[in-house]
């Protein structure tokens, strides 16, 4: 008589599985690659399953009978206005019996057909082991695309590279036009005498002015329309020792800023930060752009130990991109769709500054 497993089934995490997927995934061959660390516990997964609790996120966990076999986290940007039609595949794993099964596969198809269906994703992206062959071969019979690949962006037994991919459904979300280029200044202003000092809830008013301009909005992720009182929370927020907040000034009055982020609290991410700018449009190209980077790099060196600093540029910003080139910062990848901008969606660039001895480790 042939033996047949119990059918695969799939449904929505919740946080009451924690204790299930940190006994399922508690040794590191069952967890390569992820920002989940092996005997994380069961308040570790309580809380990373706390963050996909948003309506725009998919938490699915993979049943093989009454066991939990699988899981897969997809985060969505609905709190981004201008990402909402992106997220990404932060978490994909099998436990190690159950591979080459079709468990993965069906976990993907399964988030893929939300996006396409009911969360109106147009882009869906991921990381995975830029040395990890079969698994990009996998991302891509499921319409991935290879964008790019970031350097030492994950420690697991030393610091590997990861190959981005991506999928696009062009049906989703459908943009009014081409994005138009950012604007573009067509004389060379003289350098100002620019103060760096850290941001304080007090400067709420003054951010949300400067990022009125279009031009200074466009350059970023903001939009030209937000309250003081929303800079004032994010400020008021924006607190702990491995992130920092810096406005630039002249003669006193705010004309940029810069934000520098742990992109993760998890410690196989610790090493990595990212970078934001924001300079009204009077004072671009006259060297606040460069005292704000200088000042983040200096912190995420010299104080904060990180070793792999990255940003994203829009794609048409060829001013800002040769600012982060002279500054060590590389070419890592183009992100397809990454953002939308006055009615059409902009490509982006990601770069990064990594300490060499990163690279050579």
């Not at 998919?58 to 093989?64: G, S």
């Amino acid at each position: 008589m042939t033996f047949s497993p119990p059918p695969l089934t799939l449904r929505r995490a919740e946080p009451r599985d924690a204790a299930s997927l940190a006994a399922l995934f508690d040794d590191a061959a069952s967890l390569p690659f992820a920002p989940v660390a092996p005997l994380a516990g069961i308040a570790a997964w309580e809380k990373k399953l706390g963050e996909y609790a948003d309506p725009g996120c998919l938490p699915l966990i993979a049943f093989r009978g009454d066991a939990v076999i699988g899981v897969l986290l997809l985060r969505g940007y609905s709190g981004y206005i201008r990402r909402k039609h992106g997220a990404s595949v932060d978490v994909l794993a099998v436990h190690a019996s159950e591979r080459r099964k079709g468990v993965g596969r069906t976990l993907v198809q399964a988030a893929l057909a939300a996006c396409d269906g009911f969360l109106q994703v147009r882009r869906v992206e991921v990381n995975v082991n830029a040395n990890g062959a079969a698994l990009m071969q996998f991302y891509t019979s499921l319409g991935f695309v290879k964008e790019g690949v970031r350097r030492a962006a994950m420690f697991d037994n030393g610091y590997l590279d990861a190959a981005i991919l991506a999928r696009i459904n062009e049906r989703v979300m459908p943009a009014l036009g081409a994005a138009p280029p950012s604007a573009k200044r067509t004389r060379k202003l003289p350098p100002v005498k620019i103060a760096i000092r850290p941001a304080t809830v007090d400067d709420a008013e003054a951010f949300a002015r400067v990022f009125s301009d279009r031009s200074t909005s466009n350059g970023t992720l903001q939009h030209p329309y937000t309250a003081a009182e929303i800079w004032r929370t994010r400020l008021a927020s924006n607190v702990g020792t491995r992130q920092i907040a810096l406005a630039a000034t002249v003669n006193g009055r705010v004309i940029g800023n810069a934000g520098l982020h742990p992109v993760s609290d998890h410690p196989r991410l610790k090493h990595v930060c990212s970078i934001g700018v924001g300079i009204a449009h009077a004072y671009q190209g006259r060297g606040v752009g460069r005292a704000l980077m200088n000042a983040c790099i200096d912190f995420a060196e010299r104080w904060a130990n990180y070793g792999r600093i990255e940003l994203t540029v829009h794609a048409d910003n060829p001013r800002a991109i040769k600012l982060y080139e002279s500054l060590g910062f590389v070419h890592e990848g183009r992100l397809r769709d990454y953002s939308f901008r006055e009615g059409g969606y902009v490509d982006a660039l990601i770069m990064a500054r990594v300490t060499d001895a990163l690279v050579q480790g």
